[in-house]
């Protein structure tokens, strides 16, 4: 699952040899005193035993003894920050040529913007090229992993943090938070796409379609394409069934709908404009039962005519009902 075979031999990433030394090596230490002491252990149990040795011994300490065993831990673990720091310390500071990312995370999913403005729910980046991501988190602490590539790293509100590696190899490979960051954290994935050159500048220059309709042709199949690479899926379903946030299926056009403004109950018609409040301004209106803060604006991100098209999506479904 951690990685795609596709070209055997070649690192996903440049920091994957690196870290896998650093890795190995702690692993193997720990492995060969678990080894070591076990033995010896037992060896002292036959050796002292109580019927070869029924009256206890003082045995007065050994300066020799006191000396190697301080020393050679000393070694080892100076050896172990060795290979973590110099294996470290590159990840710290990105090539200048490198291409710049955006990655935004919020609750509970990833964004990626390029520097054409393209958004993407996936990272696609091209083979052979170091990619800087900047992290930004918009409500909590999220940390954004990719164990192919041995990358990991907070993203904290308010501060500026970036990552950057090397693709090596083409594929795709897991992408997803590893800071616990509330209740949908463990549906917070994504993936990564490594791409020919080629391949890569055909997708970042065509930004005519962000999302591709790939639900048919439906009525509203492309508002569906548009709530699953938004991320929207990861708090309301079109089931009727309750996450995080009220279901689709809830929003009945044209009738009336309870929610919380500024605290107090207020009824709202449901129609284009409660829709696209509910998007850019979420915690104006909060539907009744449900928590506040918990949603972030997706002004900017989502653009109206994508509401246009999730509109239709959601008209569709009262219309099946
Ligand atoms: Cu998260």
Request: hydrophobic share 40%; with cysteine; net charge negative.
């Amino acid at each position: 699952m951690i990685s795609m075979q596709s070209t055997p031999g070649i690192d996903a990433s440049n920091f994957v040899s690196s870290f896998n030394l650093a890795f190995y090596f702690m692993v193997g230490i720990a492995l060969l005193f678990m080894l070591g002491l076990t033995v010896l252990m037992l060896y002292f149990v036959y050796k002292y035993n109580r019927k070869k040795n029924s009256k206890a011994v003082q045995i007065e300490g050994s300066v020799r003894l006191e000396i190697l065993w301080t020393v050679i831990p000393a070694l080892l673990t100076l050896l172990m920050f060795y290979f973590g720091w110099s294996g470290w310390k590159p990840m710290t500071k990105a090539p200048d040529d490198a291409m710049v990312v955006t990655s935004t995370a919020r609750m509970w999913n990833f964004s990626f913007e390029y520097e054409n403005g393209k958004s993407s729910p996936e990272l696609v980046v091209p083979v052979n090229t170091p990619v800087k991501i900047n992290l930004v988190a918009l409500d909590v602490i999220h940390s954004l992993f990719i164990p192919a590539f041995r990358i990991k790293s907070d993203m904290v509100p308010g501060r500026e943090t970036m990552m950057w590696f090397l693709p090596q190899r083409e594929g795709q490979y897991d992408l997803y938070c590893a800071e616990y960051c509330g209740l949908q954290h463990s549906y917070m994935t994504s993936v990564v796409k490594v791409v020919s050159q080629e391949e890569y500048l055909k997708w970042y220059t065509d930004t005519t379609a962000v999302t591709t309709a790939t639900e048919g042709s439906a009525p509203g199949a492309e508002g569906l394409a548009i709530l699953k690479n938004r991320g929207c899926n990861a708090c309301h379903t079109s089931d009727g069934s309750k996450l995080v946030g009220p279901s689709y299926l809830d929003l009945r056009f044209g009738e009336k709908l309870i929610v919380l403004r500024d605290g107090k109950e207020t009824e709202v018609t449901v129609d284009e404009t409660y829709i696209i409040n509910s998007i850019y301004d979420p915690n104006s209106e909060i539907v009744k039962g449900y928590p506040k803060g918990l949603m972030q604006s997706y002004k900017g991100v989502v653009p109206e005519d994508e509401i246009t098209k999730i509109i239709e999506y959601l008209k569709s479904l009262n219309e099946e009902q």
